[in-house]
C-alpha cells in the first residue's frame, strides 16, 4: 500500500506563526519520505526524527514518525547515538541555527569530521526566534535585536565552508520557501552514505525576515555547471555569501559537494544493532570468573 502525505499528519495543533519558513521545510521533509518509501528505497518505521529546542523543533510535534524530542544544542549527539545503536535507521536532525552553530557548534564540527551517516537539517533564520530574536552565529552585521539594540557586530559564521573543511561529505544550501528544490536535497541526503547537512535559509516572519532577499540574490548552482566532486569550488563557492545582506550579494543554492568516505558506524569496533545483542547475563560464567571466595 503507498504512503500518503496525510498518513504522516499528526493531531497536534501547529503553533508556528502564519507564513513561517517552518512550514516550508514541514512539507518538503513529508514529501521526501513519501516519495522515498513509495520508492523502496526504506520504510516508514526506518525513519528516526531528532528535534533541538526552538521554533524548528516543534517539527517533531508535526511529522507522524518516531523521533526524540531532545536539547538544545544537543540534536547531533542524539541522533548519533541512535544511529550507532541501531544502523538500520535514518535519521534526520532538526536544528535551528542557534542550536546548531551557537551551542551546538562543537557537536556539529565532530559530526562532520565523524562522518556518521545521518542527515543534519539547519533551520537557519539568523535569529533565536523562540526565545523572541536574538543575534545568533549566523546573524548579519548590524541587526538590531532584543540582545543587540546598537546592532550585531561580529562577523557571521559561514556554516558551508565549516562544514566542508570540517570533512561533511555532503554539504547543501536551500531555500524554506522552494519546497521542490528542498525535496529533492533532502532525498539527496538521505540516500547519501554519511554525513549529509543542509543548511536551509528559513524566513522568520517575526523576527528576521529575509525571503525577499534570497528570492532576489538566489541563483542555483546547477544552473551554472558546479562540480559538486570537486572540492575547491566547493570552498570556492561556499565563500561566495558570507551571510550578509550586501546589494551585490550571489547566494548559492543546492549542492556545493559531495564525496565518498567511510562512515563511522562502519568502522567503530563496537557498532552492531545493540536491539540484538542477547542481554541475559550467564550468572554461573559470571561466578565463575569474579568470584572469591572469602
Ligand atoms: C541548554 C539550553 N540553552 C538555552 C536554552 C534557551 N533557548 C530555548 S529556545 C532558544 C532559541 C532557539 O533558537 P534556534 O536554535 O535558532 O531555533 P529557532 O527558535 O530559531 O527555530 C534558546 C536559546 C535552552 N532551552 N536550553
Ligand atoms: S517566531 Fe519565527 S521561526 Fe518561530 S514560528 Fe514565528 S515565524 Fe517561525
Known amino acids: 500500500m503507498k504512503l500518503e502525505l496525510k498518513d504522516l499528519n499528526t493531531p497536534v495543533p501547529n503553533t508556528w506563526c502564519p507564513g513561517c519558513g517552518n512550514f516550508g521545510i514541514l512539507t518538503a521533509v513529508k ?25 524548528h523543533a516543534k517539527i517533531y510535534d508535526y511529522i507522524n514518525i518516531n523521533g526524540f524530542y531532545s536539547i538544545h544544542g544537543r540534536v547531533l549527539p542524539t541522533a548519533l547515538g541512535i544511529k550507532v545503536s541501531n544502523p538500520e535507521l535514518i535519521v534526520l536532525g532538526f536544528g535551528g541555527d542557534g542550536d546548531t552553530y551557537a551551542e551546538g557548534v562543537a557537536h556539529f564540527v565532530h559530526a562532520c569530521r565523524y562522518n556518521v551517516d545521518i542527515t543534519m537539517i ?18 548579519e552585521r548590524g541587526f538590531k535585536g532584543k540582545s543587540t539594540p546598537l546592532g550585531t557586530f561580529e562577523q557571521p559564521l559561514n556554516p558551508i565552508a565549516l562544514a566542508i573543511v570540517s570533512g561533511a561529505t555532503f554539504v547543501a544550501r536551500e531555500f524554506a520557501l522552494d519546497v521542490q528544490h528542498l525535496k529533492e536535497t533532502v532525498k539527496a541526503a538521505v540516500k547519501h552514505k554519511g554525513f549529509a547537512f543542509i543548511d536551509v535559509l528559513q524566513p522568520c516572519v517575526s523576527y528576521h525576515n529575509m525571503a525577499e532577499f534570497v528570492r532576489t540574490h538566489a541563483y542555483r548552482l546547477e544552473d551554472v555547471g558546479h562540480n559538486p566532486r570537486d572540492y575547491s569550488e566547493a570552498l570556492k563557492k561556499a565563500l561566495e555569501w558570507d551571510y550578509e545582506y550586501k546589494e551585490d550579494a550571489r547566494i548559492p543554492l543546492g549542492i556545493f559537494y559531495i564525496t565518498e568516505r567511510e562512515t563511522y558506524e562502519s568502522v567503530w569496533p563496537a557498532t552492531r544493532p545493540f536491539y540484538k545483542v542477547r542481554r541475559e547475563p550467564d550468572i554461573e560464567k559470571i561466578l565463575a570468573k569474579h568470584y572469591v571466595s572469602p
Open 31 to 55: 514529501q521526501a519520505i513519501v516519495e522515498l518509501v513509495n520508492e523502496g528505497f526504506a520504510e516508514k518505521r526506518q525513519f528516526t526524527l531528532v528535534s533541538g529546542i526552538g521554533c
Open 122 to 139: 539547519a533551520h537557519n533564520n539568523q535569529v533565536f526566534a523562540l526565545t523572541t530574536g536574538q543575534a545568533t552565529p549566523t546573524t
